[in-house]
């Protein structure tokens, strides 16, 4: 009995060993043979809604169809039952898929459809689920999320597209593009301590939802006279801006060169800025610049002198610093001497004697040289500054040009670049800058900063963030 007992003892001390100090071991030995496998769950980018909650862009989930061969070929009934279950349920030729999966028969990952909506796969997929597929096997729906752009070319330069399915390129979908995206879940397929398959699930994060300033009506009906006035004018660009003055949100931005966002690449969309005969002698460099053209936002993006719209805050700075009073008169003979320049009036032959308001009416270069003159470099050139042209306006979109090394300073101003800055030439601005400065100019003095989102939101619907009101 003594010694049954220590034999006893003994097989007890080994279990203990095996169980405890040695479990691990052996465990991994024994599950290292098993099979694993994990899936991807991917997140949603977030979606990008207009002010009234109109989408413009969002993510539709897609199904692929993966097919097992290996395991489909291990018996004749498998292989009959998944066949017939592929040809019932989602309408697929039983020859193709015979011939496919014998020519991947030592496979257990092949691909045969991709892009598949809920509908094509939803009766396949309930039939899996059910108990009478127990001889269905080998078929796999891997889900992927694709970028819908619903009102296709509306904001294009704004809204931007996607590339590589995450990455976010030009406007909106490039600057918030940590903010639309997630992070992948993942599904993992195991043996557990009693060697049954087992599975564990991390669930994906969404992205967040981008609600914007734009105002989808107010869009649309730029865009629609922006069409108008280029068939009937033609230009090599032109854009229209619709802010607030009194918040910065802006409503729209419509460009001649708007693009289908469902389809970028699309040498079409190259024909808004190019013949059919340039688009078809373009190297493949030469086309890669002609779309990046095409995708960026002038108003944002591209400089220029802004020429006569620039008058009226040669005008606001003398009003403000009282070196202007409102009654003025000026003589316009159609020039004015400046040193050893003769700089002309738009208007070769004279105004004659016009007013203040008139100086901007008739837009007379002449009467903003003189007025210019008489604010001098130093309060003309703070002016600027304080209105922001040479700054950039920090908009939340992405390619805003810089123009400060453009922008004369007092030190550096002589009197012909005084004369020809008062009405808008010899210094560059982009339009952003100059809609955000005109909004400062007939608001009562208020500078805000021009943006494009004006609340974030979680997945579920919470709000995270508004943007601050002219209070704030």
């Known amino acids: 009995d003594a010694q049954e007992s220590r034999g006893l003892g003994d097989v007890y001390k080994r279990q203990i060993y095996f169980s405890i100090f040695k479990n691990g071991i052996y465990k991994r030995q024994v599950l290292s043979q098993q099979n694993y496998s994990s899936e991807t769950l991917p997140y949603k ?149 009693e060697l049954e398959q087992d599975s564990s699930i991390v669930e994906p994060e969404n992205g967040k939802t981008v609600v914007t300033t734009i105002d989808s009506n107010i869009q649309k009906l730029a865009e629609n006279q922006l069409s108008k006035f280029e068939k009937k004018y033609g230009s090599k660009g032109s854009s229209i801006l619709v802010m607030n003055p009194n918040n910065g949100e802006i409503y729209a931005m419509a460009n001649s060169t708007s693009y289908n966002l469902e389809s970028p690449r699309d040498d079409k969309n190259l024909l808004k800025k190019y013949s059919q005969s340039q688009v078809n002698k373009m190297s493949e460099k030469e086309k890669t610049k002609a779309f990046n053209e095409i995708w960026k936002n002038p108003i944002v993006s591209n400089a220029f002198e802004p020429g006569s719209t620039y008058k009226p805050f040669t005008v606001a700075a003398g009003l403000e610093e009282g070196i202007l009073k409102g009654n003025e008169t000026y003589y316009c003979d159609g020039y004015q001497k400046v040193g050893p320049h003769t700089i002309h009036c738009s208007h070769r032959s004279g105004h004659g004697l016009i007013t203040l308001s008139q100086s901007i009416s008739l837009s007379c270069n002449d009467a903003l040289m003189q007025i210019a003159a008489k604010e001098g470099k130093n309060v003309f050139a703070r002016y600027q500054k304080n209105f922001n042209f040479g700054n950039k306006t920090g908009i939340d979109l992405p390619g805003e040009a810089q123009t400060a090394s453009l922008l004369h300073d007092a030190k550096d101003m002589t009197a012909a670049d005084l004369a020809t800055s008062s009405f808008g030439q010899s210094f560059n601005c982009s339009m952003i800058q100059m809609g955000s400065a005109f909004c400062s100019l007939i608001n009562g003095g208020n500078y805000y900063k021009p943006h494009v989102v004006k609340q974030l939101r979680s997945s579920n619907g919470c709000l995270l963030y508004t943007s601050p009101s002219p209070r704030d």
């Open 45 to 193: 980018r977030g979606d990008i809604l207009d002010r009234d909650g109109n989408t413009l862009a969002t993510s539709q989930k897609m199904y692929t169809l993966v097919l097992e061969p290996k395991n489909i070929l291990r018996s004749e009934e498998v292989q009959k039952s998944t066949i017939d279950a592929l040809h019932k349920y989602m309408k697929l030729d039983e020859d193709k898929l015979l011939k496919f999966i014998k020519r991947h028969k030592d496979s257990y990952y092949s691909v045969y459809r991709e892009e598949l909506s809920y509908s094509q796969i939803a009766d396949l997929k309930d039939f899996i689920a059910s108990d009478k597929a127990e001889n269905v096997s080998g078929i796999v729906f891997n889900e992927k999320y694709k970028r819908r752009y619903p009102n296709q070319s509306l904001a294009s330069q704004v809204i931007g597209f996607i590339s590589d399915g995450t990455i976010g390129t030009g406007g909106i979908e490039q600057y918030y593009n940590s903010t639309l995206s997630g992070v992948d879940g993942r599904k993992y397929k195991y043996l557990n301590e």
